[in-house]
């Protein structure tokens, strides 16, 4: 069942790059800028973190009002990021239902973007949890690698995660949770027209039905994703080193060219192969949880119903 149904989602979004664009403005806002912009960011080192913030940060006083204005600071921006980001993901997210899945005529009207917002934001409660289960023990081998790093060849960021894998198991599994919870609690809101509660405990129970074409749409999207995403951002890290080196290495004017040419093309094929994923998983799970009125009622349940 659930292949057919990843065929005909397939089907649907790929000859559509306008699809893909929506797609991908979604992704881009819900965190995706992260992945795909490591090419061409110099992310800090420990020591220009810790000159950023300064020598005299936490004292026997307590915190300095200069770190107190970084934290609070920080909370503001991550904050506003999370707000904006979530409605403009759930903005591309609407869009793409309302493309893929043609609804009866029954008078209902969509959920307005508020409300889906507010239904994005709490499916995310399973990967915060995920996140405030697991900070103290990052907290704690940050500082281990700070003071005695593990091996100094490599990024401190990979030596934190190495050495407490239990934690990115965890963070992994909130975020597939979260993942599921949202894509499902959405398309309940635009199927049944629910208040925010109501289509979160929907979702609930469509998932609790479903069990099975709920965890084959999860993991069949999950798992292209990574597969095609992360070779397309290891190419753009290849081909971004390639150009920057030809651009500090004195290289000739054609080489040069040549190789900021690679990277833009590389680094626009991992862009365009972001959003055909993002746009294919869309339309996945709004065949999956709301079914096809275009071609006759909704997507059989048969092998996924307990």
Not at 82 to 93: D, F, H, N, R
Not at 165 to 173: D, I, K, Y
Not at 241 to 267: C, H, K, Q, Y
Request: zero cysteines; a positive charge.
């Amino acid at each position: 069942m659930t292949g057919g149904l990843l065929g005909r989602a397939g089907r649907r979004v790929i000859g559509d790059p306008r699809l893909w664009a929506i797609a991908l403005a979604g992704f881009l806002a819900s965190g995706g800028i992260v992945i795909l912009a490591l090419p061409i960011v110099v992310l800090p080192s420990v020591v220009g973190v810790s000159r950023f913030i300064g020598p005299n940060a936490v004292t026997a006083a307590g915190p300095s009002p200069r770190f107190v204005g970084l934290v609070v600071t920080t909370i503001v921006v991550v904050g506003v990021w999370i707000l904006v980001g979530t409605v403009i993901s759930v903005a591309a997210e609407r869009a793409l239902v309302r493309a893929v899945v043609a609804r009866p005529s029954d008078g209902r009207r969509d959920p307005g973007l508020a409300a889906l917002s507010a239904i994005r934001l709490i499916s995310l409660v399973p990967f915060g949890l995920a996140i405030a289960l697991g900070a103290t023990r990052l907290g704690q081998v940050g500082y281990e690698e700070l003071i005695l790093p593990s091996d100094s060849n490599a990024p401190f960021v990979i030596r934190v995660l190495l050495a407490a894998p239990e934690v990115v198991a965890l963070l992994v599994l909130g975020w597939l949770i979260s993942e599921l919870l949202g894509s499902v609690s959405i398309r309940r809101a635009m199927a049944e027209d629910r208040g925010t509660i109501g289509s979160v405990t929907g979702a609930l129970r469509w998932t609790a039905r479903h069990p099975i074409r709920a965890l084959e749409v999860l993991g069949a999207t999950g798992l292209a994703g990574v597969l095609v995403v992360a070779p397309a951002s290891v190419a753009a890290v290849v081909a971004w080193s390639a150009a920057r080196s030809a651009l500090l290495g004195g290289a000739s004017p054609l080489v040069t060219a040549l190789a900021v040419a690679l990277f833009v093309a590389v680094w626009g094929g991992a862009l365009a192969l972001a959003g055909l994923v993002a746009a294919w998983r869309s339309a996945a799970w709004s065949l999956a949880v709301m079914g096809d009125h275009r071609v006759g009622g909704l997507v059989p349940g048969s092998g996924g119903t307990l």
